[in-house]
């Protein structure tokens, strides 16, 4: 009896010990979430004020070192170097979170995805250098990207993207101009496809290629949200949510058609990589959004 009594008091010590540490993790953790939902509230009201909120992702970051909602302050902020013209300060930012190795983290995976997009972009500029270099010495561009292989090795620009995979590079001629060859060239990532291009897609609307509404919270058998698709003439694009709060009897009207997405799992390039407990946060390759987090479904 006196042994089960000993058992049952430091069994009630260590509860005692171990709750006001989770407690405290807890409070942590939601601290963080309120401080990013800060910045980013920031970010949605004043997207052109870049200086400011490098500041404040800069703030965020003193106070929360270790939180792993710092993947998405930094990248954020790494963005909008890139939008004031700082390119060598973000690309350090950038490569920072891509050099993260951290797994099983939904937030880092996203930010570690966006920092190459970024990067790829950024390698496919300096290509593009060599070869308008190439172009002006030689009056034509290089039949294959494998002529660049013979340059010093300080001149040599990326041959890959960041995911490894080759470039790929086409000579192309002009319609009515048959005899001129060389003369012009196809450049994009196989990752990226399309979106290679950094000047267009730095011009893009932060957000706006993520059109989808929370409607309800799911929690088992695994954590998930229901989304609906937001209608092209709603005027609500991106981050606008958090300008122009709806109501959820609103919201629910303006769905059309529904998509449950699992915490951590990516449909049509888009990833529910959060959820805390006020707000949840989806990613493409891009761009984050913060959303308020939807009700819990009954």
């Keep these: 009896m006196r042994e089960v009594l000993e058992y049952f008091i430091i069994l009630l010590l260590t509860v005692t010990a171990v709750l006001p540490n989770a407690t405290a993790l807890a409070q942590e953790t939601h601290s963080a979430e309120r401080g990013l939902t800060s910045v980013w509230r920031q970010h949605v009201g004043n997207p052109d004020d870049h200086t400011r909120i490098v500041h404040l992702c800069a703030l965020f970051k003193s106070r929360n070192p270790d939180d792993h909602l710092l993947a998405v302050g930094e990248s954020l902020a790494a963005w909008h170097l890139l939008k004031l013209g700082q390119t060598n300060a973000a690309v350090k930012a950038f490569e920072v979170i891509a050099a993260d190795e951290e797994k099983g983290d939904h937030l880092r995976a996203a930010a570690r995805n966006m920092a190459r997009a970024w990067l790829t972009r950024i390698d496919r500029e300096k290509t593009k250098r060599v070869l308008r270099k190439i172009y002006l010495e030689e009056v034509e561009y290089p039949a294959s990207l494998d002529d660049l292989t013979n ?24 319609k009515y101009i048959r005899a001129a060859k060389a003369q012009r060239y196809k450049l994009h990532s196989t990752s990226l496809g399309d979106s290679s ?21 799911i929690t088992s058998p ?55 407990r006020t707000s949840i946060i989806l990613a493409n390759r891009d761009h984050w959004l913060i959303l308020p987090k939807p009700p819990r479904k009954k």
């Design 197 to 217: 291009d950094l000047a267009r897609a730095l011009a893009a609307s932060y957000a706006s290629g993520i059109d989808l509404v929370p409607t309800k919270l």
């Design 222 to 276: 695994r954590p998930a949200v229901e989304f609906g698709a937001r209608p092209l003439d709603d005027g609500l694009r991106g981050p606008s949510d958090l300008r122009r709060r709806r109501s959820q009897k609103q919201a629910t009207v303006r769905v059309r058609g529904k998509t449950r997405i699992t915490l951590g799992q990516e449909i049509d390039g888009i990833r529910l990589a959060y959820i805390g």
């Design 151 to 174: 340059l010093p090795e300080g001149e040599r620009p990326p041959l890959t993207d960041r995911w490894g995979k080759r470039w790929s590079y086409e000579l192309v001629g002009f």
